[in-house]
């Protein structure tokens, strides 16, 4: 009696992971060949509505091949675990490589022919991409055909995956990032993008009311005036600078005297002014404990205006006051529509301001200017397809939950029937 156990041939049904790995494989080629004689990035952009026409047309595909086609062998092996399970992996392989190389362009031949530095639009992750949403497309299809109240949590996930990853990838294309230039008591509504070095004129426009810039209180370092470093103590090399404090440092004892936030010299002394470019000041004692030797004297971070001064106490080291760092800038504007409205709004870094499909941040000034700036930088983020995205990871969240709180329900029961 023989004991050889039947062995699966390769393309026999039901496929393995050996078949899918072949398949895989041969969409891999496929896209980089695809890549390197028409790229995609360079021949059509997946822009609406081409987007909403793939993305119907992968709905309709997966509704004809469950409906007319389901016994059909791909379509079989599409709907398998071991065709999901091969397609992440291939997924998560591209996804390495985005990791790895940097999206941006590139100077090496290679990596800039194989499309390597563009994996999100490269023809390779994209069939890849395509395939495997039929295939989750088929496995919820067909929960759903066969629709009863424990696979509620099953549909919800896998349809909530199919409709993040779908929307999240299919609407990039739509996604705008513009940078808005202003300058205090003037309105404007042309856009930059910076991906396409293109100008857009927007429907609306943003008048900057005025801009301001928060700063902390600035710190004072000392310095080796040979090395121009600044000296570390333990670790610690920045005090802050307030009125009336006193610090030790190594044999130094240091006293701030006077502190302005705003001032300008006059001959040798610093005296309270609020003019453009007026930086901070203060009147400093250091003592040498060891020689005591007293050094007094004015400290400056300096401006775009003024220049900076230190202390020299002695050949060796030299106090200097750092330059103040920002908390906090903000851009008070309106936003005038063409109807005649006006909104009226401040808008700060981390507190993005939505106006219709557009989120509103706040970018960056002109540095150096400082705090005296009148010029803002936002930047304009408009998504159509984020709510999408919002809706299909709310759905999965709450097919893992309702999956949850099934199973437990489940358990519960059965405890019950063995009691």
């Known amino acids: 009696m023989s004991n050889h156990k039947n062995q699966h041939k390769l393309w026999d049904f ?15 080629i496929t896209g980089f060949l695809m890549e390197i004689f028409f790229p995609l990035k360079t021949t059509i952009g997946i822009v609406f509505p081409y987007n909403l026409f793939i993305l119907v047309g992968i709905v309709a595909s997966i509704i004809i091949l469950q409906l007319f086609f389901k016994k059909h062998v791909f379509v079989k092996w599409l709907g398998s675990v071991n065709a999901a399970i091969m397609a992440i992996i291939f997924i998560f392989l591209m996804v390495m490589i985005m990791g790895i190389i940097p999206q941006i362009k590139s100077e090496s031949t290679i990596i800039q022919l194989l499309g390597l530095n563009s994996i999100t639009t490269h023809w390779a992750f994209l069939l890849i991409l395509l395939v495997f949403l039929i ?10 055909l066969n629709f009863n109240v424990p696979n509620i949590g099953f549909i919800l996930n896998h349809l909530g995956l199919f409709i993040a990853l779908s929307t999240g990838i299919l609407g990039a294309g739509d996604t705008q ?43 004072l370092a000392f310095v080796d005036n040979e090395k121009g470093e600044i000296i570390h103590n333990d670790g610690k090399n920045l005090y802050l600078i307030n009125q009336g404090e006193q610090y030790f440092f190594n044999e130094y004892e240091i006293k701030i005297n006077k502190y302005l936030a705003s001032s300008a010299k ?12 007026a930086p901070p000041s203060s009147f400093l004692t250091v003592r040498n404990t060891k020689t005591d030797k007293t050094v007094k004297g004015w400290i400056s971070s300096g401006s775009f205006l003024h220049q900076y001064e230190s202390l020299k106490i002695d050949k060796n080291v ?43 941040y706040q970018l960056s000034y002109d540095e150096k200017m400082g705090k005296w700036s009148t010029k803002s930088v936002l930047e304009l983020v408009k998504d159509p397809w984020l709510k999408y995205v919002y809706t299909g990871i709310f759905m ?12 437990a329900k489940f358990k519960k029961e059965n405890n019950h029937d063995l009691d």
Do not use: C
Request: hydrophobic share 40%.
């Open 266 to 277: 006059v001959e040798n002394d610093y005296h309270p002014v609020h003019d453009m470019g």
């Open 318 to 360: 030299s106090v200097v006051m750092t330059i103040p760092e920002v908390k906090k800038f903000t851009s008070e504007v309106s936003i005038l529509q063409k109807n005649g409205n006006r909104i009226e709004t401040a808008i700060e870094v981390n507190k993005p301001f939505d106006f219709n499909e557009w989120k509103i």
């Open 177 to 219: 990032r513009l940078n808005l230039e202003l300058e205090e008591n003037a309105p404007n509504w042309m856009a930059y993008n910076n991906k396409t070095k293109t100008t857009v004129e927007l429907d609306f426009a943003i008048y900057l009311k005025d801009f301001k810039v928060d700063e902390f209180q600035p710190k």
């Open 135 to 144: 295939s989750l497309g088929l496995t919820t299809f067909k929960r759903i």
């Open 396 to 407: 999965m969240i709450t097919g893992a939950i309702y999956m949850f709180w099934a199973g």
């Open 14 to 28: 039901p496929w393995a992971y050996a078949e899918s790995f072949l398949i895989y494989s041969g969409l891999l």
